[in-house]
């Protein structure tokens, strides 16, 4: 993508930090109303989730149809568009109404990362023509000026050559992945999990809150398979990583307890919580023991029409690579390059386990030589993801507060989710909270479809801060729900427009919600722009 510098002749109206999926869309709505912007992320790629983590999306099941963005079904088309300009399709690809190319079960969507990345930028490059819109990579935000209610700008340093800028702007969306600029600000937010007798969730921890709890990091790697490749070939072995020992022998300590080694067939089952056995490949499979390889497929072979063999790729964000060791926010540089370079050797231990020491489903051989890794799919040298995925981040004490009370289907006992009345969005999906740095293992319980309050974007304190990502007003629980991919898109693209709509009327965004004409306006605005509000009747339950 190219860059393109921003003038300081020309004022900005709304600085976007962070790139990733809730930035980008943010970015997109801002810049399309005609307003300058400005988008900084700290890597060199943008897409977040998408990109950079490297994770296929998590969608429900009527993604096809309704309960998302139009711009999110943009991106999804313009995904299918891309494949179909640019591979050689089967008949078998071409055959598919809704062209899944990984064929991954996680969503109809299974892609790979640098396909989004193209996607993405082909997005965003209207408005960088037109001028309304600058993207700074590899820049990361270092200190916050804030006057009382204001914030007036954002320090920058260019990873790259280390100097250091402060943009000022009448907007400040922080769409960064672990909600960076709240305490740069000094803006009250929340971390980890809230206590029961605070939110009355159902599923909150006993006794008081627990700051530190918070969901595994994965950092994620594509990898693919060569099923001629012989069991005793050294063609993609890699070397042993330098903390496979430890990792080889680890236990995770967690409440109710996991099922064994965490590098090991076994595992424990999200809902149930009892042990479950999986295999690798799908001709493994026994009826009992499914295969964990087509869960996140992101290319599969049989979609395409090659004149030479392909393997199938699949991206491994899975139980076996969770990260659980440590908390990364608020800590100190030392304590988090700590932490990354052991999720960091977590999964490269895996994957060294899975090509060596894994048992094969007929219990007579160890190890996969057939596996190998594909650093040119995430553009990395080692082949894992450019960045960790990021479950949690810091949440703002925001207006209103999302619990599961709201939305999770057992507290509700029967009703559909709560019908906010300053909906900006919606979405659905499980409250999915995988095993915490609190020890605690997996929370995964039934939700509604939900609505995306307003009031979960407007922090108590400041005016001109809005969140863009994963650091809404929700709590530990209900983030398990809100986190995913069609709905950070969603949070970021009404982010987005509400600072554009607030800088046209000259108002502050929680007057929007305050006032009955102001809130009427805004969400036929967002109608306009294709952002769905409710439900259809029919599956508002």
Known sequence: MTVVRYSKTEPVDILIVGGGTGGCAAARAAASLGFRVVLTEES????????????????????????????????RDRVRAYYKANYPLSAEGLRQPYLNPGGGRVSGLCHEPRVALAVIEDMLAPWITAGCLTVLLRHKPVAVDREGARVKGVTLRCLESGREETLEADYVLDATELGDLLPLASIDYVTGAESREETGELHAVDGPAQPENVQAITWCFPMAYDPDCPPESDRYRIEKPAQYDRWRDYVPELKPAWSGPMLSWAYTHPITLKAITRVLLPEEEDGERQSILPYRQIVRKEHFAYPFPVHDVTLVNWPQNDYLEGNIIDKDERTVARCLEEARQLSLSFFYWLQNEAPTADGEGTGYAGLHLRPDLVGTADGLAKYPYIREARRIKSVFTVTENHVGAEARDGKPAEP????VGVGCYRIDLHPSTGKDNYVDISSLPFRIPLGALLPREVDNLLPAAKNIG????????????????????????????????????????????????FQALLREQGVELSWPETHAV
């Open 44 to 75: 060199d790629w943008l897409g977040g989730q998408m990109t950079s983590q490297a994770v296929p999306p998590d969608e429900h099941r009527w993604i096809e149809r309704f309960g998302c963005t139009r711009s999110y079904r943009s991106y």
């Open 474 to 521: 929700t709590t530990h629980i209900s983030n398990g729900c809100y986190r995913l991919h069609p709905v950070e898109w969603n949070i970021g693209e009404s982010a987005g427009f509400l600072a554009a709509f607030a800088l046209s009327r000259n108002v502050a965004p929680r007057q929007v919600r305050e006032r009955n004409e102001l809130l009427e306006a």
């Open 420 to 423: 906010f009345f300053d909906s």
